[in-house]
């Protein structure tokens, strides 16, 4: 299923840098990179199983939000 | 601070997809791209508090590492 990461190591760069960072280590940014495709992942599939449970072929905004709540502490 | 999304919609439109959508609806696609900008940020953020912390200039790996537990609930 996973065929190497979709979110870009220049991305990350950029948004630490954004936040105020005055310098980067290479490993900071593999690490958020690591991060935010777990995220990702794991709100994409309970996505999934939630549009399945209300009788859904397409995953809706809704069910990325819901499945958002389970995995943020936000 | 904010200048656009740095995630791409058609990434995020693939990572439901390989997550085992039949179909994803565009709403879809901008939650999760809004919902993951927002993570990254707030995770860089608190990454380079945690770095001026630690008497650093650099952001670590370990710095992300505990910003993100402060974050999600994974």
Known sequence: MSSGPELG????YRLIK???????SDDAADELQK????????IAKQAVD???????????SEDI???SKNILKL
Do not use: C, F, N, Q
């Open 9 to 12: 190591l220049a991305t990350m």
């Open 18 to 24: 954004k936040s105020g960072a005055e310098r980067v």
């Open 35 to 42: 991060i935010l495709e777990d995220v990702a992942e794991k």
């Open 50 to 60: 939630l549009s399945v449970h209300a009788g859904r072929k397409t995953v809706k």
């Open 65 to 67: 939000r819901l499945a």
